[in-house]
């Protein structure tokens, strides 16, 4: 995205893959948790503090944008340790992860739609139709994610053509090159 060479070792970029890869897992997967067990979950929260009426009501109006933050704070670690770049600074929110995050959610709602009114994939494919559903739903998160980091590139080059000292022009790794 940013249009510099990868000068890491190669263990290192596995490294740093694996460890994303982790953590994007753990936080999407709390984020889902959330959205789907959410309401068993304040429940039970509620129930072992006997606080059933008040928090009940703040719980299940806050579930949906809390699973958005775990998102968003998924898409961080990945735009700043990816790239192969020095001197950058940590963000928790950038314009990219937030429109990747909506592309995110866009892609997966319209392909829940597309799902539910063309679904011959078990037809078909028989029992692999879920691994192809799972594989394009795989592919159209990384393409959301992509996008994200190819915004704040393109934000930051912009940035650096404005005569902004610290930002890094395209094929820059850092503001001294």
């Keep these: 995205m940013y249009g510099v060479r990868e000068s890491r070792p190669w263990w290192r970029v596995r490294v740093t893959a694996v460890v994303l890869t982790a953590a994007l897992v753990v936080l999407i997967v709390s984020a889902l948790v959330l959205m789907f067990y959410g309401g068993e979950i304040g429940a039970g929260i509620a129930d072992y503090f006997h606080q ?5 009501t703040i719980w299940t109006h806050s579930q949906v944008p809390v699973a958005l933050v775990f998102a968003l704070f ?4 990945i735009y700043y340790f990816a790239p ?4 950058q600074k940590w963000y928790w929110i950038t314009p990219g992860s937030v429109i990747g995050i909506l592309l995110w959610i866009l892609v997966s709602l319209l392909l829940r739609v597309y799902l539910g009114q063309f679904n011959n994939y078990s037809l078909t494919y028989g029992s692999l139709g879920a691994v192809i559903i799972l594989m394009l739903w795989f592919y159209l998160t990384g393409v959301a ?4 980091g190819k915004i704040n590139a393109e934000i930051e080059n912009a940035a650096a053509q404005a005569g902004v000292s610290e930002a890094k022009q395209r094929c820059e790794k850092t503001a001294e090159n």
């Design 74 to 77: 998924a898409f961080a670690p």
């Design 145 to 148: 994610i992509l996008l994200g």
């Design 84 to 87: 192969d770049l020095y001197d």
């Design 52 to 56: 059933r009426g008040l928090f009940t």
